[in-house]
C-alpha cells in the first residue's frame, strides 16, 4: 500500500480509542485503527506523523498538523496527551549521588516521584538556546523541566551541577 499524505483537503481524522484514529479519505476510502506516532516527539511533536495500522505498516502521512482541520488535529493532540505523555517535574527536593549512580526526588504535575538517573552527562539534557530540560531515569522514563529558571532556588541549586 502507498504511503497516502493527509491534510484537510485530502482527509479527516477522528479519534476511535485512546491511542487510535480513523482516517476517512475524501475518495471515499477508510482506515480504522491507526496509531499516530510522531517521528520527531521531542524535538517537533507538530510535524511528520506517521499513520501506522495494527501491523505497524504506514499508511498515512501528515506533514504538518497545522494543513489540517481543527478537528482532525485536535484528535492527533489528544492521542499525543496519552502516548507521549511526559511528566513536568515543578520542583526538585532532593538529589543524592552515591557511588556513581544519582536518585533524584521529586515533585511532578503528575504527583511525587523518586527515580535513579544510570549516567547525568547522558540522561540530563539541556536544549541549545533554551532554558528547557529532559531528564531520563535509569527505566527509560522520561521527565522534562519546561523552564529551569522558573524553579524555586533551591531547585535550582540542586540542578545547576548537573546542567
Same mark, same amino acid.
Given at each position: 500500500m502507498a504511503r497516502v499524505y493527509v491534510n484537510?483537503?485530502?482527509g479527516k481524522i477522528e479519534r476511535t480509542d485512546i491511542y487510535k484514529v480513523?482516517?476517512?479519505?475524501?475518495?471515499g476510502s477508510v482506515y480504522e485503527d491507526l496509531e499516530p506516532r510522531?517521528?520527531?516527539? /521531542?524535538?517537533?511533536s507538530r510535524m511528520y506523523i506517521t499513520l501506522l495500522d495494527e501491523g505497524e505498516h504506514e499508511v498515512g502521512f501528515i506533514r504538518d498538523l497545522d494543513e489540517?482541520?481543527?478537528?482532525s488535529r485536535s484528535a492527533i493532540l489528544d492521542c499525543f496527551k496519552e502516548y507521549y505523555m511526559i511528566p513536568k517535574i515543578t520542583r526538585l527536593v532532593d538529589s543524592i549521588e552515591k557511588f556513581g549512580s544519582l536518585k533524584w526526588i521529586v515533585e511532578t504535575d503528575r504527583g511525587n /516521584?523518586?527515580?535513579?538517573?544510570?549516567n547525568r552527562h547522558s540522561?540530563?539534557?539541556?536544549?541549545?538556546?533554551?532554558n528547557r530540560v529532559l531528564i531520563r531515569d535509569s527505566n527509560d522514563n522520561r521527565y522534562e523541566?519546561?523552564?529551569?529558571?522558573?524553579?524555586?532556588?533551591h531547585s535550582q541549586h540542586l540542578l545547576y551541577s548537573y546542567l
Open positions: 484537510k483537503y485530502l480513523r482516517l476517512t479519505m475524501k475518495n510522531c517521528l520527531f516527539p /521531542v524535538t517537533n489540517l482541520d481543527d478537528a /516521584v523518586s527515580f535513579q538517573i544510570r540522561d540530563i539534557k539541556l536544549f541549545r538556546g533554551t523541566i519546561a523552564d529551569y529558571k522558573a524553579l524555586d532556588q
